[in-house]
């Protein structure tokens, strides 16, 4: 069974930089076939796709985020990363990492193939 498990502060400070990790389990980073993605759910608000990595490292970025996003994989531990420069507390959200096979990204949950419980951040000084 595939798992994925999100890892990470639960709070971060205006301006600092987010760091998360998605753990993958029984489902090898380096399959080719599918893309890696990060989602995030504000308070009250639908969903967003952040962006999406490959097994070649590529990243695929929502415009929206794309000035101070970024994804990398570290194929040692199974996991692929978020980072998340200059946070805001219009950052706060539940951040969550799923794999798709299917593009573009998709935009509701049960589209996804794999999709992690998430991790709650909230952005506040």
């Known amino acids: 069974q595939v798992q994925l498990v999100e890892s990470g502060p639960s709070q971060v400070k205006p301006s600092q930089t987010l760091s998360l990790s998605c753990t993958v389990s029984?489902?090898?980073?380096?399959?080719?076939?599918?893309?890696f993605s990060w989602v995030r759910q504000p308070p009250g608000k639908t969903l967003e796709w952040m962006g999406a990595?490959?097994?070649?490292?590529?990243?695929y970025l929502n415009p929206a985020f794309k000035s101070r996003t970024s994804l990398s994989r570290d194929t040692s531990k199974n996991q692929f990363n978020l980072q998340v420069n200059s946070v805001t507390p219009e950052d706060t959200a539940l951040y969550v990492c799923?794999?798709?096979?299917?593009?573009?990204?998709?935009?509701?949950?049960?589209?996804?193939?794999?999709w992690g419980q998430g991790i709650q951040v909230t952005v506040s000084s």
């Open positions: 799923a794999l798709h096979r299917r593009w573009p990204a998709p935009s509701n949950r049960w589209e996804y193939d794999y």
């Open positions: 029984n489902y090898s980073i380096g399959n080719p076939y599918i893309f």
């Open positions: 990595i490959t097994h070649s490292d590529t990243n």
